[in-house]
């Protein structure tokens, strides 16, 4: 890494780092020039399984570049986005006394995706009304679901297929656990993946976790799992676009980034479900039969609140600059 480097530039791309992705697998590559950022999709860690368009690839690499901005913002620059398209996310960087900085910047290592079962306490109709008031763009919606309401039921019934869909898939399962982390040897050595400790798991040899993990990849025991998980929170909460393009899913990673460091700062927990988004056949009838306009199912969370767990690792600087 060159030294010449503005430093202000490493810590923006480290909390850009910071991001959540499918699987921790941070599949993104930065380089820098004199007043500019560059990210780029890094297709040599993409899931072809579980994401084979690569949309929830580009939707991490549009929470990075929230990351990006909101910290650009704290550090004085005014930052604009240049390019954006399926090769690269550039952003211009001007140094300036004017900027208004983001109160947001100071969630976003704080942000977790926390998988544990939660309290079941329901979140307040002020939080609620904050969270709603997160707009956003023409192209992208986001519908709230109480459990117990109709619509949380159906999308409730959805995840439940999708987990009979892949988890009796054997090609998601592998895929799956090539990115499990089982002890701390493996996560030292890779810096990503889903670590043990996130999972509230004992850190075993790899081969011995490797047969314990396969006995629960199954599509009942990870719906009993999930009903009681889905159970426990507050609302489910859906993110649909209107084209299901890359340029939406970059937009809504911003949008998303955003709701979950608003989530962050009113002591929510929040979680994936999007095993309804990620399989084609299910998506496609949820897109029919929600009362959604017509818009394409994306992205699921799970909100409510429970205790912190274990935050994922991530790479050092220096591994994701070109």
Known sequence: MNKTMNPDFLEIIRYATKAPSGHNTQPWRFSLAENTISIRPNFEVALPVVD?????????????????????????????IVQCDTAEIKIELTKSNQVVKDNLFHQIERRQTNRSVYSSKKIGNEQLEKLQSISPSENLKIYFAEIGSPLADTLSQYIAKGNEIQMSDKAFREELLSWMRFNGRQVK??????????????ALPDVIAKLIVRQFLKPNTQNKGDRKKIAFSSHLVLFTTKHNIVKEWIDLGRLLQRFCLTVTELGIASAYCNQPCEVVSLANELQKTLPINGEYPTLLLRIGYADPTPYSPRKKIEEVIE
Request: aromatic share 12%.
């Open 189 to 202: 050595a890779t810096c990503n993946g889903l670590s043990y400790k996130v999972f509230g798991n004992p």
């Open 52 to 80: 084979g368009d690569n949309r929830e690839l580009y939707i991490s690499l549009g929470c990075a570049t929230e990351n990006q901005l909101i910290a650009a913002a704290h550090f004085g620059y005014e930052a604009h």
